[in-house]
């Protein structure tokens, strides 16, 4: 028997009142619910955790992929969108550690009652705003829960499930960040096409405030007994930070840098260059994000078992070779090889989100997982800049720069990063 089976049906037994029964059933073959449970690492918090991201991603994906149009109708300018997408990007930065520090300070639960609320403020701004400039406004609040929460997802995780099925954990949370992604916008989309971009956009908010009532009443059920706080600035966060972390962190940014001076040139690069319809380009997505969904749940219990470092050295090397396949290839066929290769880039994710909160002191995991993706999201902020620069030289140049990089980062967490 597996460790795991034996701590969730240990759990289980006891709360039987009579020890002859407690014996027994802890002898009797876990039944099927208890083994698909095992398996998928289905703890409660986690569950409860993984379920808040997934109902109010479900909301908010209703209308977010329309608030460009949404701005535009209410009067901003292409500069100004411009402008709104910088400005999401960089509280998704800055808010990471405050994020993990509330749920460090006042528990899990709390910390995410606290974002949930401010998000809600967000959505009322967003709703009852009478011209762009409140959209920024509302941005700073709903913010709270795409980029404050994470940390606090991640050390719930951390904290509910031992170090071999984290892994999983983050597999299982991924997907449910994921799925709504692809419905919601397609819902959201056949919402705002009869009913207009104003009023649809408000139906989706009104949509997605019911949504999160829901979602209140899912994080209740998240109970964890937190260790005793740790009082200490960002600098003593930092220097908790062990060596092999700091190395991981490194070799990330190098591999995020990758990602980020492409990322959305890809579409123009396939469309332009390559001369592919916008349609077989959606066609692309879809086979990327399959590739994503059907490797997660195998590669996640494979890490749990194996380790996480072959793993991330995988999806490292996926992330160099994206690029690349990208110019490589001359027809359909070899852009469908690269949008694979791309779906591949996510092989490791689980067992890289797994090793941070491995790597994280326990008392500290929130904001020890804040500082890192503040870090990492700060140092990446001028790749797309960059990668346009590169663009004017020629378009295959900032997908061979990018492959440089990608390289140099599968080379440095290989050298540098053990388990």
Known sequence: MERGDFDYRQRFCAQLPDEMNR?????????????????LSLERNVVAASGAVFLLGFGEELWKKFLPKYLQALGASIPVIGLFGTAEDFFDAIYQYPGGWIADRFGRRRAFFIFLSLAC????????????????????????????????????????????KRAMGFSIQSILKRVPIVIAPVIGGIIIA????????????????????????LIRLINITSEAHHSTNIFG??????????RLLISD???????????????????????????????????????????????????????????????????????????????FAGLVIAFIIGGLREIGEPARKAMIVD???????????????????????????IGGLLWKVTPQTPFVMAGAFGVAGVFIFVATVRE
């Not at 959209?135 to 940390?151: D, E, K, N």
């Not at 966060?237 to 700091?246: A, I, N, P, Y």
Request: with cysteine; proline share 5%; net charge positive.
């Open 23 to 39: 014996k027994k059933t802890l002898n009797d073959p876990p039944g099927r619910r208890a083994r698909i449970a095992n398996y």
């Open 121 to 164: 403020i967000g959505y009322l701004v967003y709703l009852l705003g009478p011209s762009w400039p409140f959209t920024f406004v509302g941005l700073a609040f709903v913010m709270a829960w795409q980029s404050m929460a994470s940390p606090a997802i991640f050390a719930v995780i951390g904290d509910a499930l031992p170090t071999e």
């Open 194 to 217: 009869s009913r207009g971009i104003v009023t649809g956009v408000h139906l989706g908010l009104i949509i997605t405030l019911a949504i999160a009532a829901m979602t209140f009443l």
């Open 237 to 246: 966060v930092w220097d908790s930070f062990q060596s092999e972390l700091k």
């Open 253 to 331: 940014i190098f591999i995020r840098t990758c990602e980020g001076m492409t990322d959305v040139l890809v579409i123009l690069y396939v469309t332009n260059v390559l001369h592919v319809s916008v349609a077989r380009f959606g066609t692309l997505l879809a086979i990327l994000f399959l590739t994503t969904i059907l490797i997660y749940l195998p590669a996640a219990k494979a890490a749990d078992r194996v380790g996480r470092r072959p793993f991330i050295i995988a999806t490292f090397c996926a992330f160099a070779l994206y690029p690349l396949s990208i110019i490589l290839a001359h027809n």
């Open 359 to 385: 790597f994280a002191q326990s008392q500290l995991r929130a904001r020890s997982v804040g500082l890192y993706y503040l870090l990492r999201s700060l140092a990446i902020t001028p790749a797309a800049a």
